[in-house]
């Protein structure tokens, strides 16, 4: 019992840093509508940045100067990155912005190597608070005493902030109706930036707060975004007392599974997060997401129609080129059109969701990865031949698409999209921790293809016809009753419904049949390569694809492809450099504010206006 | 019906017009949905903007406001031109906004609304409290803890006037006020437009109830197409049937 | 003669809150019949009711004899119930013939096919739906860039694509200008008249409803407290007090007829 109790009061201690970061993005998404990836960034320098002042502030005081001043630094940091990233994005179509986010990810990934450094930093103990306590006569840390009081008293304070003044009536205005708030004569550009200031000063406190237990380092960005994804969405977006009590259970729960069930610590956490959605479809306090009512930015979509010649012509010149790249090109870069090309149909596939389907799925790599250590599991197990290995491998990412699919589709919106981070994660864990089948972080290794294909020539021919063949069925796809269907679903779920189409049918088929074309790009990579690693489930995975399909262009699936064959190309160029992140991010900012149609759609854009193309008529 | 506008503010040294909207041209996404769009608002009138669905009546209401940006054209309130300015600092100007479609905050309660809408005081214009517009909109004062989702169309209806009022505005643009609420609720409707107009302040309105706009209308711009079709009094509309019936009735 | 939609002590409350409390009626072969009645009196309730959006507290919704209630909104329109919206919902990203062919696509249980091309399916048809709603013209244009009224007008096309027995209509004509109100109703009437299609819808305009319901029912707080023709809505002093008001807002001759 007292052992218990010790447990619980480990995890409320523990829910701090959580709740804040959880607040802080949730916040931000409200009024700005934006999930700001960049969030677990935030967090990062806020560790870094109370771990430096630690080092120059002395004593007691110090120590709490500094994480109070960590929370301002990275409060002004997110003022700087709104008005200079956000500000120029937000007439953007919606989810463009997300790119700008992620492209902030990069750039504060290689600034913190450069001042940092890369070694691990631990975090320093708190002067004054570095012994136990004995409730119970259990051993508690002084320090976690601390958290225990201090997280409730800033979880009132913003309590108070949001419903008890104005500035918090603005912000809940705000978060449903931005547009209108500014006609009644609020400054919308500045509840904006005080909101994303606010929203990211709680991250860098949470950053913090958390030294003393754990400390910095440069993964700590990535690896807060699951589990706060976790809280938000069991919370309910939005929700204060959701997110301080989502926290609270995961935390807790973390505790009790590192005690009990130390295998699988990352599991867990997924588990409760599909049990409370079950019950609770938008989380403990959150309630239905209806998104983008007013204020909406952006064109209509426009018709869909059969390639025009021209079209036609430049994809027969490219395939015609790539049919002869082996005549005159060296093994280098045969090897790099294959990636290329395996990546492009892994892009295509989640244009296919999120553009045909209007379903943003955020953990797309849950299926690339899927198919790859599907097949990789069936050669290094069951000895199965490679080519029944190869054609098992997308069937069983289908049909992993199908199940999450099944427990996504049941919310929409931003849920949905976390939702399918969160399983995404979810897989990336199961594959990390099971260690003995799956060789956790050392990967499978030795996953050949069979003899006839070994050739580099004959298996860059073999990706060259799969992934084109994949491409084509897509697009066929998008053009058929299903797809048709699957747009009807998207443009209005109302009309839809009420004219007999079985709207989640529909988008179940299609995020299975896009898991399906995610696992057969798997299935080409891990053959290509010889091995898999965890790598490829992570989140980063599945930001590429979705910085893909957005830079390229959401509206067409050209947009897609030629969005990867570009990142593919800018990747090997920039890899060359030692802040190939930094480069890459702010390329990607670059273009995320000069194109926000995306490449594809600012080239169409470009080619009416100097006439060379038909504009729709009025 | 009072056609000559000696609102009680007259005499504090205005403009005989308090707006002027002078070929004003608007666009959405490519379309051009106003073109060349010119009218005046007198002082302490109510102008009645007539016109079919999609002529461009709510685009005027935003192109006033430049919630959608004018492109060429100007937009005079008391004498300023206020198309370089953003909305915020129109509303600021004293130009109130009630948007069709009621689009209150649902989440919040009613006062949290109307503390939304609440701006400094302003030496033209009355100032309004939520006391006096619980007077207003009787209805409301009872309500005044629940939140805007758990009132019915009509209510909200008047939330969305009480709560661009708190912003104690001296000229209100009111989209289609009486669009899909009970003719019992229109009738209070334009007991309140009437008595807005009684203290003073001059109002825009766009309507598709034509005799509900006889209720309360002083002048009458009607808009086709984005174009001005007619602009003059409503005597003068109502004297000439061949422009009644080109635009507006069956 | 029978009646093509019947209730039967409809009833629904949220939490304390009656909002449909005991409502029976039956909608005619043939009827145009409106349902007005305050902001807040339970239409829209009603309305989600019967077309399975929301379910029931307790009582029963007949289509042709046969139980619909229970159902959901897509099986309702398969037994031959077609809706419009008060806003309109289109298929903003597609043709207008390619809206009105995916309701046919729909009907034919074709949906799930991805050996054919959409486009090139029912279009005949879909044509002929969209000369009856007049708008065979624009086919082929944008529906995003669509004026309202036409919108409209395919809603009606897509409500059409099954040959329901029953259209519910709710707010056809809110949002339009008094002229084009009329020609939608009329064009409704016509529908009635040579499809053999009953039509329940419910409005605000008192002008629309006076000239064009062959029969009309009162909603109060729930309940039905009047039900007649015109004459009897227009001087029945209870809605009188609680909807109608003065009778300053809508036309006052007794038959307004348009020409």
């Known amino acids: ?618 | 019906m009072s056609i000559s506008g000696e609102g009680v503010f007259l005499q504090m040294n205005q403009a005989r017009n308090m707006l002027e909207v002078r070929s004003i041209n608007s666009f959405y996404g490519k379309a051009h949905v106003l073109r060349d769009l010119s009218f005046e608002a007198p002082t302490g009138e109510v102008i009645a903007l007539l016109g079919r669905n999609g002529a461009g009546k709510s685009t005027t209401m935003k192109s006033v406001m430049q919630i959608v940006r004018t492109q060429s054209g100007d937009v005079f309130f008391k004498g300023q031109s206020i198309t370089k300015l953003l909305p915020h600092k129109i509303a600021k100007l004293g130009l109130g906004y009630v948007p069709e479609d009621r689009r209150i905050f649902t989440d919040l309660t009613v006062i949290e609304n109307l503390i939304v809408g609440q701006q400094p005081e302003r030496i033209d214009a009355v100032k309004w409290t939520q006391e006096m517009l619980f007077d207003l909109f009787p209805n409301l004062a009872e309500r005044r803890n629940n939140r805007g989702k758990a009132l019915s169309g009509g209510e909200q209806q008047m939330l969305t006037i009480a709560r661009t009022l708190m912003g104690n505005p001296s000229f209100l643009l009111l989209d289609e006020p009486s669009e899909g609420v009970a003719p019992i609720i229109v009738e209070q409707m334009a007991k309140v437009i009437t008595q807005l107009k009684s203290e003073g302040l001059t109002i825009l309105l766009s309507e598709q109830n034509l005799h509900f706009a006889q209720l309360v209308a002083d002048r009458v711009v009607i808009i086709e197409s984005g174009k001005q079709k007619f602009y003059g009094t409503l005597q003068e509309m109502n004297e000439r049937p061949e422009i009644r019936n080109a635009y507006l009735a069956a | 003669m029978t009646s093509v939609l019947e209730t039967k002590h409809l009833t629904k409350s949220f939490g304390a809150i009656m909002a449909v409390d005991d409502v029976s009626f039956g909608l005619k072969k043939g009827e145009l019949l409106a349902l007005i009645g305050p902001n807040g009196a339970g239409k829209s309730t009603c309305f989600n009711m019967l077309m399975g959006q929301i379910t029931e507290t307790s009582g029963e919704v007949f289509l042709e004899g046969q139980k619909i209630n229970g159902l959901l909104p897509r099986q309702i329109w398969r037994k031959g119930v077609g809706r419009t919206f008060q806003i309109t919902s289109t298929y903003s990203s597609m043709t207008v013939i390619e809206n009105v062919q995916m309701a046919l696509l729909s009907h034919h249980n074709e949906i799930l096919r991805i050996f054919s091309y959409a486009t090139l399916k029912y279009r005949e048809e879909a044509m002929a739906l969209l000369e009856m709603v007049n708008m065979a013209d624009q086919a082929d244009r944008h529906c995003a860039v669509l004026a309202y009224g036409d919108l409209k007008r395919i809603e009606l096309a897509i409500a059409l694509a099954h040959d329901p027995s029953v259209l519910l209509m709710d707010e056809p004509t809110a949002g339009m200008a008094p002229k084009e109100r009329v020609e939608l109703m009329q064009l409704t009437a016509k529908i009635v008249e040579d499809r053999d299609v009953s039509v329940l819808f419910t409005e605000h305009d008192m002008d629309v409803v006076f000239a064009n319901a062959h029969r009309i029912m009162v909603l109060n707080r729930g309940r039905l407290i009047a039900e007649g023709n015109s004459e009897d809505i227009r001087n029945n002093s209870l809605v009188q007090d609680v909807y109608l008001g003065g009778g300053s807002v809508f036309a006052n001759e007794p038959s307004a007829k348009h020409a």
């Open chain 1, 1 to 618: 019992m007292e052992f218990f109790i010790a447990q619980i009061l480990t995890g409320l201690a523990n829910a701090s840093s959580l709740f804040l970061v959880a607040c802080g993005l949730s916040l931000i998404f409200g009024v700005t509508r934006i999930v700001n990836f960049a969030h677990g960034s935030l967090y990062m320098i806020g560790a870094y940045t109370g771990y430096t002042l630690m080092q120059v502030l002395p004593g007691a005081i110090g120590f709490w100067a500094a994480i109070i001043l960590a929370g301002l630094v990275v409060g002004i940091v997110g003022v700087l990155i709104e008005i200079l990233v956000l500000r120029p994005v937000y007439r953007a179509p919606e989810l463009f912005q997300l790119v700008a986010t992620f492209g902030v990810i990069l750039v504060i990934q290689d600034l913190a190597l450069m001042i940092w450094g890369p070694q691990d930093l631990l975090g320093p103990r708190a002067p004054g608070l570095r012994g136990v306590v004995r409730i119970l006569g259990e051993p508690i840390p002084k320090y976690d005493i601390a958290l225990l009081i201090i997280t409730p008293i800033i979880a009132l304070a913003l309590w108070y902030l949001m419903t008890q003044t104005r500035m918090g009536v603005l912000v809940r205005a705000a978060t449903q109706d931005r547009e209108m708030v500014g006609a009644l004569g609020v400054n919308q550009a500045w509840l904006f930036t005080g909101v994303f200031a606010l929203g990211s000063a709680l991250a860098g406190l949470g950053g913090a707060l958390q030294l003393p237990k754990g400390g910095a380092d440069l993964l700590m960005d990535f690896n807060i975004l699951a589990p706060v994804f976790v809280v938000v969405v069991i919370g309910g977006m939005g929700s204060l007392p959701g997110a301080y009590l989502a926290a609270i259970i995961i935390s807790v729960l973390n505790v009790f599974g590192v005690t009990y069930l130390p295998q699988s610590t990352l599991v867990l956490m997924f588990v409760v997060m599909i049990v409370v959605l079950m019950i609770r479809p938008y989380g403990l306090f959150g309630r239905e997401e209806v998104a983008g009512e007013h204020g909406q930015v952006g064109e209509p979509e426009r018709p869909i129609k059969p390639a025009s010649s021209v079209m036609r012509g430049i994809v027969v010149v490219l395939l015609i080129g790539f049919v002869f790249l082996p005549l005159g090109g060296s093994s280098y870069s045969l090897v790099f059109v294959t990636d290329m090309l395996i990546f492009c149909l892994f892009a295509a596939s989640l244009h296919f969701l999120l553009g045909t389907g209007g379903l943003v799925s955020f953990g797309h790599a849950a299926y690339f990865g899927g198919g790859a250590y599907i097949a990789a599991l069936l050669i290094t197990y069951s000895e199965t031949p490679m080519e029944i290995a190869f054609v098992l491998a997308p069937f069983g990412a289908g049909l992993t698409a199908l199940a999450i699919g099944w427990v996504c589709l049941r919310l929409t919106g931003v849920y949905f999209a976390m939702l399918t981070l969160a399983f995404a994660q979810l897989v990336w864990s199961l594959v990390f921790q099971w260690g003995s089948v799956t060789g956790g972080d050392d990967g499978l290794v030795n996953i050949w293809p069979a003899e006839w294909l070994k050739p580099t020539v004959t298996y860059f021919y073999f990706v060259l016809i799969l992934s084109v063949a994949g491409i084509l069925l897509l697009r066929h796809v998008q053009h058929s009753p299903f797809g048709f269907a699957l747009r009807a679903a998207r443009d209005s779920h109302r009309q839809a419904e009420a004219t007999g189409i079985n709207t989640r049918q529909i988008q179940l088929i299609a995020f299975g049949f896009a898991g399906f074309m995610g696992g057969l790009a798997g299935a080409m990579f891990v053959f290509s390569k010889g091995s898999v690693f965890p790598n490829e489930l992570e989140i980063a995975r599945s930001f590429d694809a979705l910085i893909v399909v957005f830079l390229g262009g959401v509206k067409t699936l050209a947009g897609g492809v030629v969005g990867a064959g570009f990142f593919k190309g800018l990747e090997e160029t920039l890899l060359r450099f030692e802040y190939w992140r930094l480069l890459m991010g702010l390329l990607i900012i670059f273009i995320v504010i000069a194109a926000p149609e995306g490449i594809v759609g600012s080239l169409r854009k470009g080619a009416e206006r100097i006439g060379l193309r038909r504009v729709e008529n009025q």
